[in-house]
């Protein structure tokens, strides 16, 4: 049977579908009649299907059904198709969908580090409990924005109420470097490899250290997160098994708690790395990170473990075809 890949044009789109493409199989971009032409113009993608809203895609679900279309999900899957997308998409989809629950609410996915014993920042529960420097984060993949840095728990109260958001976490904030480590889980050869490793480039954070000190200090800005690119990066190597032991441990977990397959595909742990050479997880998302587009013809890390450049999306295509070749496609897609 011939497969199509596809997924939403955004995100991380183009690296998807040329993995997709190198790998031999049909690719499919769903396009908002504005992305359209952007999309056109790579050869790597064999059609790009236009429908007016991304929310559209619920209703040509028995069309794609028929042409064997397997959905590929990235960071604005959420965003763009909403939060229930997991019990409406009713497609080919790659990856656990349950795991989404666990990744979704920043209190479980909290519990699932714990279980798995990664050091994290402090989390308050209680403002009054403020006693050092704190991010404050709200829900849902925004990429950063709205964050807010409170120097106490007066500074907090100040900043919260001039926000109308209920939903929101409050960490200690970690002094340190980010470092966004990303890895893919294969349950065919039951192997975690590390493809890549990047940061954030975020507006404003990064652009206030361009400026002296006293224009920053006359201008009274608040850093914020909002992501705009991204950076490669290698880290130490002695730093390395660290990296690898902390993903075989939140794979482990994940089998315990969301059983019986747990997280597999890709997902990126994200740091902060302290003065002590310590790694502090802010975060995890369990599907493909934007920083992987960095990667599109592999990286450092990814060369370690293949003869071929291996993005993130082409790993994604590789294993779905492996999974086709020994009949075991149930066990990846969900
Ligand atoms: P876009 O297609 O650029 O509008 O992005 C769709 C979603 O993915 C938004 O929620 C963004 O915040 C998120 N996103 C896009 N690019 C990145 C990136 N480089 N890093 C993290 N999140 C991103
Ligand atoms: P996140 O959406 O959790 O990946 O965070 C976005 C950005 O906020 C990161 O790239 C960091 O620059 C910053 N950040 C998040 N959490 C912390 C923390 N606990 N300590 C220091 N910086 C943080």
């Known amino acids: 049977m011939k497969y199509t890949i596809a997924t939403l044009a955004s995100h991380s789109c183009l690296q998807i579908l040329k993995g997709a493409k190198d790998e031999g199989f049909s690719t499919l971009a769903i396009a908002t009649p504005k992305?359209?032409?952007f999309y056109?113009?790579?050869s790597f993608i064999d059609?790009?299907?236009?429908?007016?809203?991304y929310q559209d895609l619920y209703n040509i679900q028995n069309n794609l059904k028929k042409r064997n279309v397997i959905i590929i999900p990235h960071g604005s899957f959420v965003a763009y198709l909403g939060n229930d997308y997991d019990n409406k998409l009713k497609l080919l989809h790659y990856g656990n969908k349950k795991v989404l629950s666990w990744e979704g609410d920043r209190l479980k996915q909290r519990e699932w580090l714990e279980k798995a014993g990664i050091r994290l920042p402090k989390l308050y529960k209680n403002p009054?409990?403020?006693d050092r420097l704190v991010i404050v984060?709200?829900?849902?993949?925004?990429g950063g924005s709205g964050y807010f840095v409170a120097k106490n728990k007066n500074d907090f109260a100040k900043k919260i109420e001039k926000i109308n958001i209920k939903e929101f976490i409050i960490q200690e904030y970690i002094i340190g470097i980010p470092i966004y480590l990303q890895f893919f889980y294969s349950p065919l050869s039951k192997q975690v490899e590390l493809l890549?490793?990047?940061r954030r480039y975020e507006t404003n954070v990064d652009g206030l250290g361009r400026l002296p000190h006293k224009f920053q200090e006359d201008l009274d800005l608040e850093p914020s997160y909002t992501v705009a690119g991204n950076f490669p990066i290698v880290i130490r190597e002695s730093l390395l098994p660290e990296a690898y032991n902390m993903a075989e441990s939140v794979i482990k977990t994940s089998q315990k708690i969301i059983p019986p397959r747990g997280l597999y595909g890709p997902f990126c742990i994200e740091t902060i790395v302290t003065n002590d050479l310590e790694f502090?997880?802010?975060?995890?998302?369990?599907?493909?990170?934007?920083?992987?587009?960095?990667?599109?013809q592999g990286s450092t890390y990814s060369d370690y473990h293949f003869d071929k450049p291996m993005s993130t999306g082409r790993r994604i295509a590789r294993e779905i075809k492996e999974a086709l070749e020994i009949g075991g496609l149930a066990e990846i897609l969900n």
């Open 35 to 37: 992305k359209n032409s």
């Open 40 to 42: 056109q113009r790579f």
């Open 128 to 130: 009054e409990d403020i």
């Open 47 to 53: 059609e790009v299907l236009t429908i007016p809203t």
């Open 137 to 142: 984060k709200f829900y849902g993949a925004l």
């Open 196 to 198: 890549g490793v990047d």
């Open 280 to 296: 502090y997880v802010m975060e995890i998302s369990c599907r493909i990170v934007a920083g992987t587009n960095l990667f599109s």
